[in-house]
């Protein structure tokens, strides 16, 4: 039975606790700033309370790290160091160059390095890419994405907010729908981009416009932001090739229009509705995690993933700072 240690005890390690209950591996010891919230959540899952790290490193043969993102290096190094397989929410790291240390430092010892894009395991979104990797819209040539929230409350001493440790909303909002960009459409040679921050930067909330050119020639228009009063969430995907087109509406997780190019006068088309939401993708995501460690499965997302989009998140940043297109 593998043995998982958690860190980090806020929205994404409830989360990532309850979904790790769904799987054979039993979770041992949470380790989290507050002391109040790793005691609950030990005590929900009988877990034991580990004091530091260390302490957690010592009792564990896979840690998940669900903790701010500028503490991911070194969290990484020093589980990597003890011989554990490794979880690490998205972004993988602060910076691309923590990212690459991270990454060689996890190959040496010869452990597993998940980085945890979620959107991959929504349904919706994993059929989509299905379809474009079998060939059902034909050759890809634009595709269209939006994550557009309200400012998240959820954050410990609002740590989102501090760009020193979270990098922004580009780098943690939209990072999710570059990974997916990339992933459907291929590698990415250059990016435009424009925000709110980089203009205005004592604006209160960040929106952000980003054009992606892919190496095959398709092109990404990604929108992101925290505009959007409390309590509000929108996403969509919108993939156009030259066969046909793939759309998920934003507001919620409904049937995926697919509307297929016809023989003859093209009046005619199709719909294939997707299934319910029957798991949490995270849990579907904690699964496949396990799976990978405890059966060596393929991994649907691998460390070279993760570094990809944190390249493409850095791109976008510095577009928007100077206004220029910037190489990936």
Do not use: W
């Given at each position: 039975m593998l043995r998982v240690g958690l860190v980090g005890a806020g929205l994404m390690g409830t989360l990532h606790a309850a979904s790790w209950a769904q799987t054979p591996a039993r979770l041992v010891a949470v380790c989290a700033k507050?002391?109040?919230q790793t005691s609950q959540l030990a005590q929900q899952y009988g877990s034991q309370v580990a004091g530091s790290l260390d302490a957690l490193l010592d009792a564990v043969d896979v840690v998940d790290i669900c903790t701010p993102t500028h503490l991911?290096?070194?969290?990484?190094?020093?589980?990597?160091a003890a011989g554990k397989h490794i979880v690490c929410e998205k972004p993988l790291a602060r910076t691309p160059k923590q990212a690459e240390e991270m990454v060689a430092a996890c190959e040496r010892a010869g452990v597993r390095l998940l980085v945890a894009h979620v959107v991959r395991f929504f349904p919706e979104y994993a059929q989509a890419k299905d379809m474009v990797d079998h060939g059902e819209i034909g050759r890809v040539g634009v595709v269209r994405l939006k994550r557009v929230s309200s400012r998240p409350g959820w954050a410990t001493d609002d740590w989102l907010f501090d760009v020193e440790k979270s990098g922004g909303m580009m780098l943690d909002l939209m990072i999710h729908d570059f990974d997916y960009a990339r992933w459907v459409t291929g590698e990415v040679e250059s990016v435009?981009?424009?925000s709110v921050a980089s203009q205005q930067p004592d604006a209160p909330t960040d929106y952000a416009l980003v054009i992606m050119r892919h190496t095959n020639g398709a092109l990404s228009h990604v929108e992101g932001g925290w505009p959007y009063?409390?309590?509000?969430?929108?996403?969509?995907?919108?993939?156009?090739?030259d066969q046909g087109l793939i759309e998920h509406?934003?507001?919620?997780?409904?049937?995926?229009?697919?509307y297929l190019k016809q023989p003859g006068d093209g009046r005619k088309g199709g719909e294939v509705p997707a299934s319910p939401l029957l798991e949490n993708p995270y849990t579907t995501e904690i699964k496949h995690f396990y799976e990978v460690i405890a059966h060596d499965a393929a991994p649907r997302v691998t460390p070279g993933d993760g570094l990809a989009a944190l390249k493409i998140a850095f791109a976008a940043i510095e577009s928007a700072k100077t206004g220029q297109r910037v190489t990936v």
């Open positions: 507050s002391q109040d991911h290096h070194e969290m990484v190094l020093a589980a990597a435009f981009a424009r009063p409390v309590g509000m969430f929108r996403t969509s995907l919108e993939i156009a090739g509406p934003a507001g919620g997780s409904v049937p995926l229009g697919i």
